[in-house]
T-cell receptor, first 117, second 109 residues
Framework: DTAVSQTPKYLVTQMGNDKSIKCEQN?????MYWYKQDSKKFLKIMFS???????INETVPNRFSPKSPDKAHLNLHINSLELGDSAVYFC????????????????FGNGTRLTVT | RKEVEQDPGPFNVPEGATVAFNCTYS??????FFWYRQDCRKEPKLLMS???SGNEDGRFTAQLNRASQYISLLIRDSKLSDSATYLC??????????FGTGTRLLVSP
């Protein structure tokens, strides 16, 4: 199936731990993203990469480090996890980075629900 | 002021009803506009794009008013399966999409 897939689906961990979330897309898209959806369901962009190059880095703590080994993969590593990091993290991709036009919509993965205790 | 604002709802409607959602955006330079749908504990999915001339897709009609910076979504003949959160999404021109907080729709039998 062509899709954006991310693992794990659920992640429960303790404060202070380091964890990673992996994302892969086989849609042949050039651009990949990480979004965070908090408890109030507000979906906010964190990072975007175009062909392995960082394009957008919103005001995210530097405990969050994205890594893109190739244009089909964008992983998210989080150091020293805090309670406030609990959220659903969505990976997404789009065909190109040209302003997310009508011809270039976002395709989301099914999310990783992170719970920090 | 939030970049994209929506009434959070919930909108409770019976099957067969017509329901309309509104959305306003703050950046007049915004370039493209969308409605996404998000089911409970699922990922958002593109419902439809919103064009300046207005567009329709079956029971769904989207309108854009650039002068008022206002977007709407009309759902006719609501089905139980339409129950979801509807996200107004705007491309602000900075290579990113800004999402509204969503409007929750509950369609009851």
């Amino acid at each position: 199936d062509t899709a954006v897939s991310q693992t794990p689906k659920y992640l429960v961990t303790q404060m202070g731990n380091d964890k990673s979330i992996k994302c892969e897309q086989n849609l042949g898209h050039d651009t990949m993203y990480w979004y965070k959806q908090d408890s109030k369901k507000f979906l906010k962009i964190m990072f975007s990469y175009n062909n392995k190059e960082l394009i957008i880095n919103e005001t995210v703590p530097n405990r969050f480090s994205p890594k893109s080994p190739d244009k089909a993969h964008l992983n998210l590593h989080i150091n020293s996890l805090e309670l406030g990091d609990s959220a659903v993290y969505f990976c997404a991709s789009s065909p190109d980075s040209q302003g997310l036009s009508y011809n270039s919509p976002l395709h989301f993965g099914n999310g990783t629900r992170l719970t920090v205790t | 002021r939030k970049e994209v604002e929506q009434d959070p709802g919930p909108f409770n409607v019976p099957e067969g009803a017509t329901v309309a959602f509104n959305c306003t955006y703050s950046n007049s330079a915004s370039q493209s506009f969308f409605w996404y749908r998000q089911d409970c504990r699922k990922e958002p999915k593109l419902l439809m794009s919103v064009y300046s001339s207005g567009n329709e897709d079956g029971r769904f009609t989207a309108q854009l008013n650039r002068a008022s910076q206002y977007i709407s979504l009309l759902i006719r003949d609501s089905k139980l399966s339409d129950s979801a959160t509807y996200l107004c999404v705007v491309n602000t021109g900075f290579q990113k999409l800004v999402f509204g907080t969503g409007t929750r729709l509950l369609v009851s039998p």
